[in-house]
């Protein structure tokens, strides 16, 4: 009897709370458009029993039907849908909404520096810019030439093989491209080995993103009794491994061979004329005592992860969109061809600079199928948008897909596949925020440079050596909501051998 008093009371005072919390931030936007709500579930009830690609139609439907900013009571935590190039542009560069919000920590226990909260982020970032800066990345472009041609070598035995899954071929490549560039390790993924690894990061991301969408899971105390945690627990245990084991062997090998003695001599234009291994430079900081043994596995985790699946992704649509596009390319294989010497030739920097058609259609791709279709961001202080100020603590949604989609920015055929979108004279009319599929300001995606060279010489390596062709039509695409955007048809093509040229 006593217990059911107490629960009374406890949830009498849980609810006035609520209710109090709720008429002030109504205050500050009540008045923006938003789907039905209802008490305590606000508009989350639309999630339960979706699907990942229902919940995909219902986020992008949301930013097209409503006039943006609008608002979503997803249960009792108030989100902030934009879709305005002027609106995202102000959440991006203002130093009040760097913070990422709770929903991002259900990622993993890693706090790398895609998740970390804002006082830790700082610091790792100013420590990681360095790594990623032009000279080491130009170190890179011999490792991301020969595991292309290696890519272009396995898809041989996919001649005459109708509609098979690429993607899986490309994960596996950009995994061992990242290894080797970050962590020096070759894993050798495209000779089938360690799949394991690749299955488990696939299946991390539906479990985050089913979590994300149903708002009943979100408190770790109901969370951690659902068999959904069973399996994300054990997958981060497998996970794990990976970057511990890489700690060790590198330790050895960097203090055995005292590497941070002549630190000064490193930095000579013959250092960096050969690959500079991004936990080298993890290493020199710990080494300094700048970061400690989880900070490390955290780096070197978060950017395995980051680097692959986003440019496995990103290449992966690329090459659906080609399949289906053949005029467009044959264009782009001409391009291509005009700039390499022999179908296996190397993609120079000197080469890279000139792919411009090439790299007009990865634009066009990633415009329509952006890998984050929806970023979010926590304001630490109040913060004015275009119709309404927001109040501290809010979930800003940015939705890329109304941003990329928007028929008044990209007009009539804003659905349709047109690298033209992105010639000279087009972009400088735009919004630069219309465009934004690395993100911006100080928070954007630190491995942007990377993400390009590497796109640009798997293709170049791919287009010179096979036709490609598809069944499906750009129509018959859908997405589905995971961590990054899937697509649920898959990356179906078929691949014809070319002529020597
Ligand atoms: C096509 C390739 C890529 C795309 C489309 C892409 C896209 C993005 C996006 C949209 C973000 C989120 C930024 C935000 O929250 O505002 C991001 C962050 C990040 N990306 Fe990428 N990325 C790509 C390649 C890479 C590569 C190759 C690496 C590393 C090797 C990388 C490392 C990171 C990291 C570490 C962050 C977190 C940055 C921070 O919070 O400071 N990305 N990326």
């Not at 409503?66 to 608002?71: E, I, N, V, Y």
């Not at 978060?302 to 680097?307: K, N, P, R, S």
């Not at 596949?417 to 087009?426: A, C, I, Q, R, T």
């Amino acid at each position: 009897m006593l217990f059911i008093y107490l629960f009374c009371v406890v949830a009498l005072i849980l609810t006035l709370k609520f209710y109090l919390y709720k008429r002030r931030i109504m205050k500050y936007v009540g008045h923006l458009p938003a789907p039905p709500e209802i008490p305590f579930v606000g508009s989350g009830l639309y999630f339960i029993g979706k699907n990942s690609m229902e919940i995909m139609d219902l986020l992008c439907m949301t930013t097209d039907i409503f006039d943006t900013p609008c608002r979503f009571w997803l249960g009792p935590v108030l989100a902030i849908f934009l879709g305005k190039p002027e609106d995202v542009q102000t959440v991006l560069l203002s130093p009040h909404c760097l913070e990422k919000p709770y929903i991002y920590r259900f990622m993993d226990d890693v706090e790398g520096i895609f998740t970390a909260p804002i006082h830790k982020w700082k610091s790792q970032r100013k420590l990681l810019n360095p790594t990623f800066n032009n000279k080491i990345l130009l170190s890179f472009v011999p490792i991301f030439n020969e595991k292309s041609q290696i890519l272009a070598d396995v898809l041989d035995k996919k001649v005459g093989q109708k509609n098979f899954d690429i993607s899986k071929q490309l994960f596996a490549c950009t995994l061992e491209m990242v290894c080797c560039t970050t962590i020096g390790c070759d894993l050798e993924f495209q000779s089938n080995k360690n799949v394991k690894m690749l299955e488990t990061m696939e299946i991390q991301s539906e479990l985050v993103a089913n979590r994300m969408t149903r708002f009943w899971l979100h408190p770790f105390f109901i969370y951690r009794f659902t068999n959904d945690y069973k399996k994300f627990r054990d997958n981060t245990k497998f996970i794990y491994e990976i970057p511990r084991a890489i700690r060790k062997i590198k330790e050895k090998e960097f203090y055995e061979k005292k590497i941070f003695e002549n630190n000064n001599e490193l930095e000579t234009e013959e250092f960096f004329s050969t690959p500079q291994i991004f936990v080298n430079e993890l290493f020199k900081l710990h080494n300094q005592k700048l970061i400690d043994d989880r900070m490390l596995d955290d780096e070197i985790l978060t950017i395995l992860v980051g680097g692959n699946e986003t440019t496995a992704l990103t290449t992966s649509h690329v090459i659906l969109m080609l399949a289906m596009h053949p005029d467009i390319q044959e264009r782009a294989f001409q391009e291509i061809k005009s700039v390499h010497e022999t179908q296996t030739s190397h993609t120079t920097t000197d080469i890279l600079t000139k792919l411009n058609y090439l790299e007009m259609c990865i634009k066009e791709t990633m415009r329509l199928y952006p890998v984050a279709q929806f970023l979010a961001r926590q304001n630490l202080q109040e913060i004015k948008l275009s119709n309404c100020t927001v109040p501290k603590g809010t979930m800003l949604i940015m939705s890329f897909h109304h941003l990329h989609r928007n028929k008044e920015v990209w007009g009539p055929n804003a659905d349709r596949f047109d690298p033209d979108n992105f010639l000279p004279e087009k972009i400088a009319s735009r919004h630069a925020y219309s465009f934004l599929p690395f993100s911006a300001g100080p928070r954007n995606c630190i491995g942007y440079k990377y993400g390009w060279f590497a796109m640009k010489i798997i293709l170049s390596a791919i287009m010179r050596r096979y036709k490609l062709s598809t069944h499906l039509r750009l129509e018959d695409i859908r997405t589905k909501f995971e961590v990054t955007l899937k697509i649920e048809n898959r990356h179906l093509v078929t691949v014809e051998r070319r002529e020597e040229y």
